[in-house]
């Protein structure tokens, strides 16, 4: 299994342009989450998913967007890239789907990506 | 609203010295609990967790207690090495709705040899 793995590793925009951060596992995982991390602020959530077809915003929304066709996959894409948006993203998922069960699940989380927006 | 409280770092040590990391929580009902540690350059990986009050976690040497009557759930460790210099995580899944993951800001460690 190569677990959840994410594109690219390092990406350097300027301040407009979009772009879509790809995740993918194949551990046949429900949930999927994205992540930013940024010094001093933690991990913070931005958007998860419970199944195909099912999104959900977290706690910091606002200039991303999501999508989940398969249960593989979950990219994350930028509408229009600004400064604030420099950080590290991690896409994580774990076992469990929608409702409370999965909550002691243990998540497992992809590399990274380290963007910088200019 | 949901939260996870760590005490700030950096935690510096010697080798072989003992190591306690502070967690504490704010959670409606009854959230599950764990330490995720990120290593230099790599994602998050689940350390422990503890699923209802009273449980301890542990893992390589690593122990935590979920204590609900404080809403704390302390990292620690008898004896440090170099190997576990790292940054750690404390976390709670929430249990109202759909469950979510709420990470604490993270605690660096740095142990020296």
């Known amino acids: 299994n190569a677990g959840v793995t994410q594109t690219p590793k390092f990406q350097v925009l300027k301040t407009g342009q979009s772009m879509t951060l790809q995740c993918a596992q194949d551990?046949?995982?429900?949930?999927m989450s994205w992540y930013r991390q940024d010094p001093g602020m933690g991990l913070r959530l931005i958007h998860y998913?419970?199944?195909?077809?099912?999104?959900d915003q977290g706690e910091v929304p606002n200039g991303y967007n999501v999508s989940r066709s398969t249960t593989e996959d979950f990219p994350l894409r930028l509408l229009s890239a600004a400064p604030s948006q420099t950080s590290v993203y991690f896409c994580?998922?774990?076992?469990?789907?929608?409702?409370?069960?999965?909550?002691?699940?243990?998540?497992?989380f992809g590399p990274g990506t380290r963007l910088t927006v200019l | 609203g949901n939260s996870v409280t760590q005490m700030e770092g950096p935690v510096t040590l010697s080798e072989e010295a003992f190591l306690t990391i502070n967690c504490t929580y704010t959670?409606?009902?009854?959230?599950?609990l764990f330490w995720y540690v990120q290593y230099p350059g790599e994602g998050l990986q689940l350390l422990l967790k503890?699923?209802?009050?009273?449980d301890k976690g542990s893992n390589k040497g690593f122990e935590a207690t979920y204590r609900k009557e404080t809403t704390s759930f302390h990292l620690e460790k008898g004896s440090v090495q170099v190997s576990d210099s790292a940054v750690y995580f404390c976390a709670l899944s929430t249990t109202s709705g759909t469950y979510k993951y709420i990470f604490g800001t993270g605690t660096r460690l740095k142990v020296l040899a």
């Open positions: 994580a998922s774990s076992k469990g789907g929608a409702g409370l069960a999965g909550g002691t699940d243990t998540q497992y």
């Open positions: 959670a409606t009902g009854y959230p599950s």
């Open positions: 998913s419970v199944g195909a077809g099912i999104t």
């Open positions: 551990m046949n995982h429900e949930y």
């Open positions: 503890a699923t209802k009050a009273d």
